[in-house]
């Protein structure tokens, strides 16, 4: 099983990012898949999460009207499109996934069995 995130980078408060989660050794059409972060001195958090069987997506209130979760199971990927960025979303970004839950709102709120190596996120002000 692998997840290899790309897309992360340095862009202004207000600019928008899409990252890309490329899945290996699992198909996207049970388990649920999502994004975390993690900011310098702070915990891991969810930012999106995903049903893959059925599409329904969970967001914290932090994120919601501004990040997008969304598959392309033909591509066996996961993106986050992320509007309206802020300083404080400056973070590094995870692609994780449960492969024993298909719930998004499970996983958003419990720590995923699988990782990917991260992609750094930096928004300026």
């Known amino acids: 099983v692998q997840l290899q995130a790309s897309g992360g980078g340095l862009v202004q408060a207000g600019g928008s990012l899409r990252l890309s989660c490329a899945v290996s050794?699992?198909?996207?059409?049970?388990?649920?898949i999502g994004w975390f972060r993690e900011a310098p001195g702070k915990e891991r958090e969810a930012v999106a999460c995903l049903s893959t069987n059925n599409d329904i997506w969970y967001y914290p209130d932090f994120v919601k009207g501004r990040f997008t979760i969304s598959s392309d199971k033909s591509k066996n990927s996961v993106y986050l499109q992320m509007d309206n960025l802020r300083p404080e979303d400056t973070a590094v970004y995870y692609c994780?996934?449960?492969?024993?839950?298909?719930?998004?709102?499970?996983?958003?709120?419990?720590?995923?069995?699988?990782w990917g190596h991260g992609t750094q996120v930096t928004v300026s002000s």
């Open positions: 994780a996934a449960d492969l024993g839950h298909s719930s998004s709102y499970y996983l958003c709120h419990s720590r995923p069995s699988e």
């Open positions: 050794g699992f198909t996207l059409d049970r388990p649920a």
